[in-house]
């Protein structure tokens, strides 16, 4: 019949199909093991970089052809001249936008072109300085506008706003760095103009698909995370014990920083203990100076610490009939807690601030847009916005139940961090916590000197390890909370009284700890299911016979 | 193959090559009907066609020759009637298009020397006395033809008229050997000669004389130029001053602009570039053509391209809607929170039937009333409501709702807008239906029509029909489109009309980095009441334009002639050229106008069968709406299939050329009668050519 047309059985197309497959899979074999074989011959040839070409535009995921291929470059940059090795790399990022575009998450090519840029010929050599700079700064250029294009395209990737972050820095440094800029040199800060030009486009993101996370990723590092400097914060000693305490501005491990004590010009060999000996890394690092040291208290002391990695000291006076003294920053809460963000300017912090509300008042469901005003709000003024940041967390918790957790101890965070700061200014040594709806301690390094302690009414549900960074805490008020573990009273020298009524402590052993407390006197167990349990009093009289005041 | 030797038999006999006929001949021809496709113009896809600017212009000549051509009462047809059967008279005048008026704002003068080596021939009267036949078959040659060096040569009107859909485009190979020798022998050797050497100067003198049938036109009738507003003295003088101007050389300007000028010469000289269509539609990418066009695998034989961007014309400006996320994203003239109202709306659309809480309030009530309380600012209003849903003022809101929806998910399917373009035109997609109805064995013959149908007497059904050579043909069903009814077939219908401008122009609307943009630019009705205007601006890499020029097409449903109804719009958005004396001074806004057409189509869309008086086995195909996409034609064209064939399916997907079994003898011998069936195209590169790669890509709302 005329006109039909005759046509192969699906059996029959399956069965091409098959071939075809298994045609691909043997090149694609074959040239895999031709470049297995020749890493091992270490072959580090113009072939060997064309064969990884082809296997990888077919399967970009392929990381140990992405290092032969790094191999390969190494080598060809020793024995290239550098026009060619210029070229070879400029090739090698044409090849790149290839891969990128059929596929535009692989992380094997992302990460490979952070490298190849990062190889590219930059400033070396004094005669060719500039124009080398000029050349490495137009390719720099180049990928910052290949980002452009494709974050415009499809702002969801977060690649290419990761390889931003990682561009910009080199292109627009701060301006107060002096070096040139190169790839060698790792400066993290971005001039402020660029900095303005990046929230723009960011903004743009996330008013446009808010629930995209990437573009927030990305926000939050343009907000920066300041770290603060090393330092020694402060240092306090006891005549009483005869013990020095030296605080740091970061957890450090003292027995390999190099610390030296100096008492009255005389360097003294002592040694260093953390405040708990879970930590290995500790803000807080105490020593006990050899007997007879400074304990007569007509005597004057000059004690001086040493950090001597750092080229930094502090130093300490021990008057005449004082028991004890300290030294300590003055520290104002801009260093302590606002550094949290390292955008210095308070106008910029507002402004953006004002968009992300504006944002709120669209997407009042938005936990990132609720997030990130906290942040901003945090940065600018902790206490004048200490309301709308517990609102806010209320609302988080409500929209992102799954993470309640989580906002509660962040939530936790930031209260306690207001409290210190109001202390600061109050210049005390009682320090009430009592009500604040706290799941987690933190921060306890900052109360190296507070004596009265009250954390009652509160979730807490252990009494955490860095809890005995407080030194020089004589009466602790933990009332009706959940605790069940008292892992932090551990070498409180000074510590006299602890209530703990209505809590969750259910055995004597979880009391064990106390046992380190020589001067605890009074404690209170009301309400705590371990008072159940039989001959309760006998038995603490012989775990802590230096209790004399106990409540059960 | 000459019309004379037609086979007398077939299952389904079409007449009309338009989008809907097409489409039923593929469909047809695909499930094994003996399908025999029939159109009396000389070139595929009747008022769906695209045309090159030389075929073009002699499109308009015919159009002329038709409003003048009397009816010619030829009987021969009464012989072969039967005892029992009667007559049922096709109609042999064309009135679908109406109102055609030309405009040429280009500079009239020759091309300054080093572009033509040899002094253009001016019009003369031999030449525009050359036979219509010839400088259509020229004309129209080129519409078919068109692009591919090699294949350049004007064919003989009789193998043109058989040549297969879309063929012309390079593959010669697939005429028989026999036709092929009869074609040579026919050439003359002064024709081959000048087949061969089209770019020669000789062959540009005859381009240039094949355009006679406009310069004469624009001087037998003036009045057709009224309308370029000459301020002073009467017509006469003004045309008088017009030529004066034009013979004299342009004075050599001080500072010679960055462009060259588009002459008129050049657009004749570059004429093979341009393919413009008669009917400005584009593809939804979700919409029920492309869908079709994938499902039956016709999709190879075309190539698109993405519709770059969507703009809209708002206080007297052209600006950019933002409709993708990308856009939104990208876009400079919204304020961050109109970003976010924008898309949360958008979004809200791409998914609305989950919220009828939204929206059910507003169900009686319109769709801009309901845009009003969605708190978006007055231009985000206006882009949803003209230039995303696409709805007049007065929709109601569960239409807008839907035309919205509709619109996003066509998105970001093929790119960042709904929409896609065929290269070369929309002309190219009825006549890749055409081919696929012809790889199936579908017969082809243009120049050929149907003097009547023979109808049995006792069962009023269609037996024949007799085709314009007085050959009787049986066939079982009858497709006709519409247009070729007579009066008295449709005496019940009325018709509404599209109003049509196609314009050259020399620059995009709205110049951006790249020249190469296709852009769809929705223009709400500019007084109330009054209707939106489609407007499609395509560059020259769609193929439809020679490089430097813009093919600008504007569409609306008529309220009055085209040129009242889109004349308005054109002077608001396009600037005139400036005359000899003000050169330089245009208003450097507005693209210049180099060439502009108006034109009325019968829209005959809305048409409901019954409305014909038509034996039950006749099937009457409406022509184009003036809507943006080809819906219509397609569910016409699946109703009127299952009407025919209840029991097959609707286009399933052709196999592909790779799974086809060749075994020599077989089939091929048997066909040789009526000409060669159409090889299957077995991988040839124009196979390759066409074919399009379908990513599905993450759909863009989700």
Redesign the interface.
């Known amino acids: 019949?005329?006109?039909?047309?005759?046509?192969?059985s699906t059996a029959?197309?399956e069965e091409?199909k098959k071939k075809e497959r298994e045609k691909k899979l043997k090149v694609y074999k074959a040239a895999r093991d031709a470049c297995f074989s020749k890493r091992k011959e270490g072959t580090m040839d113009v072939e060997a970089l064309q064969l990884t070409q082809q296997l990888l535009s077919s399967n970009p995921d392929f990381a140990t052809l992405w290092n032969y291929r790094r191999e390969i470059l190494l080598h060809q940059e020793t024995v290239r001249a550098e026009e060619e090795v210029q070229k070879v790399y400029e090739e090698e990022l044409s090849f790149l936008e290839g891969c990128l575009k059929v596929n535009p998450k692989s992380y094997g090519s992302w990460h490979h072109r952070g490298w190849v840029s990062s190889r590219i010929p930059g400033p070396t050599g004094a005669e060719s300085w500039a124009c080398a700079t000029a050349a490495w700064r137009w390719t720099t250029e180049t990928e910052l506008q290949f980002t452009d294009r494709l974050i415009?395209?499809?702002?969801s990737n977060y690649s290419s706003w990761h390889y931003r972050s990682t561009l910009l820095p080199l292109l627009h440094p701060q301006a107060h760095e002096r070096d040139p800029p190169s790839p060698s040199t790792h400066s993290h800060s971005v001039c402020e103009e660029q900095l303005l030009k990046e929230y723009e486009l960011v903004?743009?993101?996330f008013?446009?698909?808010?629930n995209d996370q990437s573009a927030w990723f990305y926000y939050r590092w343009l907000l920066g995370r300041a770290e603060r400097e090393e330092m020694i914060s402060c240092v306090y000693v006891s005549r009483e014990g005869e013990r020095l305490i030296v605080a740091f501005s970061r957890p450090v491990n003292a027995l390999s920083v190099g610390l030296l004590l100096v008492v009255d010009g005389q360097p003294l060999n002592v040694d260093w203990r953390s405040a708990h000996p879970r930590f290995r890394h500790s803000p807080v690092w105490i020593c006990e100076l050899p007997p007879g040291t400074i304990s007569d208290s007509s005597n004057e002391h000059n004690l001086t610490v040493h950090w001597t990695q750092r080229h930094i000291h502090r130093d300490c006076a021990l008057y005449t009939g004082r028991s004890e003294s300290w030294c300590r920053d003055s520290a104002t809460d801009q260093e302590l807690f606002r550094s949290d963000l390292s955008v210095e300017k308070t106008s910029v912090l507002q402004s953006e601030l004002q968009?992300c509300t504006?944002?709120l008042e669209?997407?009042p469901q938005n936990k990132w847009c609720v997030l990130t005003i906290v942040l901003l709000m945090r940065a600018l003024d902790p206490l004048g916005y200490e309301r709308e940041t517990l609102a806010h967390f209320e609302t988080l918790k409500d929209v992102d139940s799954m993470r309640s957790s989580y906002y509660s101890d962040l939530c936790s965070k930031f209260m306690i961090e207001n409290t210190i700061l109001k202390m600061e200014y109050a210049e005390v040594r009682v320090f009430s916590l009592s009500g604040k709806k706290l799941t987690t301690l933190c921060h306890l390094d900052q109360l190296l000197l507070v004596t009265h302690i009250n954390i009652s009414s509160n979730q807490l549900q252990t009494l955490p390890p860095q809890f005995a960074m407080l030194q020089c805490l004589e009466v602790l008020e933990a009332d009706d909370n959940v605790i069940e573990s008292l892992y932090g009273l551990y070498h409180l020298p000074r510590l006299e009284e602890v209530s703990l009524k209505n809590n969750q402590i259910s055995r004597i052993s979880d009391l064990k700890p106390l046992t380190t407390c020589p001067k605890l006197t009074r404690l209170d167990l009301r309400g705590n299911p371990v008072t159940q349990t039989a001959n309760l009093q006998s038995e603490l009289a012989q775990l802590l016979p230096s209790v004399t005041d106990l409540l059960l | 193959m000459a019309a004379d030797n037609l086979p007398t038999e077939f299952d389904v006999v079409i007449l009309g090559t338009g989008l809907a006929e097409s489409v039923i001949a593929a469909a047809c021809s695909r499930v094994g009907q003996r399908v025999l496709h029939i159109d009396k113009r000389n070139y595929y896809a009747g008022n769906w066609a695209s045309f090159t600017f030389n075929g073009l212009l002699a499109w308009i000549e015919e159009y002329k020759q038709e409003q003048q051509r009397d009816v010619d009462s030829d009987d021969s047809w009464r012989e072969k009637l039967e005892e029992g059967e009667e007559p049922l008279l096709l109609g042999t005048v064309d009135t679908s298009v109406s109102n055609l008026q030309i405009f040429c704002y280009a500079s009239e003068e020759p091309e300054e020397e080093e572009e033509v080596a040899t002094p253009v021939a001016t019009p003369t009267p031999e030449s525009a006395a050359t036979s219509t036949e010839e400088r259509l078959a020229q004309g129209h040659a080129a519409a078919t033809e068109e692009i591919d060096a090699e294949s350049e040569a004007p064919p003989t009107v009789d193998t043109q008229s058989e040549a297969t859909p879309t063929e012309g485009r390079g593959a010669r190979s697939q005429a028989t050997p026999t036709e092929e020798t009869e074609a040579q022998s026919q050439a003359t050797p002064t024709e081959e000669t000048e087949a061969q050497s089209q770019a020669t100067p000789i062959n540009e003198t005859e381009a240039q004389s094949q355009a006679t049938p406009l310069e004469s036109q624009t001087h037998v009738e003036p009045e057709q130029q009224v309308q370029r507003e000459e301020p002073e003295g009467d017509q006469s003088t003004s045309n008088e001053g017009d030529s004066a101007q034009s013979e004299e050389p342009i004075p050599p300007s001080p500072v010679e602009t960055k462009k060259k000028k588009i002459t008129y010469s050049k657009i004749l000289k570059e004429g093979r570039r341009f393919n413009i269509d008669l009917v400005s539609k584009l593809l939804y990418s979700r919409g029920s053509l492309v869908n079709l066009l994938i499902k039956s695998n016709v999709s190879r034989y075309a190539e698109f391209k993405n519709v770059s961007r969507i703009l809209t014309y708002r206080n007297g400006k052209v600006e950019q809607v933002p409709c993708s996320r990308a856009d939104v994203f990208g876009s400079k003239q919204l304020t961050v929170v109109e970003k976010r109202m924008l898309m949360k709306f958008l979004t809200f659309c791409s998914d609305y039937e989950q919220h009828p809480e939204e929206y059910l309030d507003f169900s009686e009530r319109s769709f801009w009333e309901f845009l009003q309380t969605k708190k978006l600012t007055e231009n985000l209003q206006h882009f949803v409501l003209h230039s995303i849903a696409m709805v007049t003022p007065g929709a109601r809101t569960a239409e807008g709702l839907r035309a919205t929806q509709h619109f996003l998910r066509c998105l970001g399917r093929y790119g960042n807008t709904p929409f896609l373009f065929p290269l070369y035109g929309m002309g190219e997609i009825p006549q890749c239906f055409c081919r696929m109805c012809a790889v199936f064995g579908g017969i082809y013959c243009l120049r050929h029509s149907v003097q009547c149908l023979v109808l049995d007497k006792e069962s009023g059904r269609c037996k024949a029909v007799i085709d314009t050579c007085g050959q009787r043909i049986s066939c079982s069903h009858f497709v006709v489109e519409e247009g070729y009814l007579r009066e008295e077939q449709r005496k019940n219908v009325t018709y509404r009309q599209i109003s049509r401008a196609v314009l050259i122009t020399d620059r995009s609307l709205l110049p951006s980095e790249s020249e190469q943009q296709i852009s769809l630019v929705t223009v709400p009705p500019q007084e109330t009441g009054g209707p939106a205007v489609q407007v499609i601006e395509l560059c020259s890499s769609s193929m439809t334009c020679m490089p430097g020029t813009y093919m600008v097409h504007l569409t609306c449903p008529s309220s009055g002639t085209a040129q009242e109804d889109l004349a308005p719009l054109v002077s608001r958005l396009f600037a005139e050229p400036p005359s000899a004396e003000e050169e330089g001074e245009v208003d450097g806004e507005k693209p210049v106008l180099l060439w502009a057409l108006y034109f009325n189509m019968r829209d005959s869309s809305g048409v409901d069968r019954s409305s014909y008086s038509l034996p039950s086995n006749v099937y009457p195909c409406t022509g184009p709406d003036p809507a943006l996409g080809s819906d219509n034609a397609i569910a016409l064209a699946e109703a009127v299939f299952q009407q025919l064939l209840p029991d097959e399916e609707f286009c399933p997907p052709a196999p592909n050329p790779e799974d086809i079994v060749y075994d020599g003898e077989g089939p091929q011998g048997e066909g040789a009668g009526f000409g060669e069936p159409v090889q299957p195209d077995r991988g040839t590169d124009r196979v390759m050519r066409y074919s399009v790669v379908w990513t599905e890509k993450r759909p863009f709302w989700i």
């Open positions: 019949m005329h006109g039909r047309v005759k046509l192969k029959q197309q091409e415009g395209s499809n702002f903004q743009n993101a008013f446009t698909d808010p968009s504006q944002l669209l997407e």
